[in-house]
């Protein structure tokens, strides 16, 4: 009982951070395709996601969660998308090395 406790109060490694499902469709910014995937972090959202790329016949993948967090899953999304914006105008093809 006092384990249960102790886990409501400060969580156990990998609870309280459900992922949200990525249903929102991929935008598009210089030949890149970035997917917003905002998690639940107690009671809020935190911004996260993915960029990725075509190179050929390979698909490059790159994740990230930040530590900023919004109240609503909207703006938790928005947020990355403009973030991934950025770190695409920055850093190009080399995000993914």
């Known amino acids: 009982m006092l384990g249960k406790m102790f886990k409501s109060l400060f969580g156990s ?4 951070q459900a992922k949200a499902a990525s249903t ?3 935008v598009e910014h210089e030949g890149f395709q970035i997917f917003a995937e905002p998690q639940s972090s107690g009671g809020q959202w935190q ?5 990725e790329k075509q190179f050929g016949e390979e698909t490059k993948v790159h994740r990230f969660i930040r ?4 109240p609503g899953q909207t703006e938790a999304a928005n947020e990355m ?3 991934a914006k950025m770190m695409i105008d920055q850093q190009g093809d080399t995000i993914f090395d």
Do not use: L
């Open 13 to 16: 490694s990998g609870e309280g």
């Open 24 to 26: 929102a469709e991929a």
């Open 47 to 51: 911004v996260a996601g993915r960029i």
């Open 67 to 70: 530590a900023d967090i919004m």
């Open 81 to 83: 998308i403009r973030k």
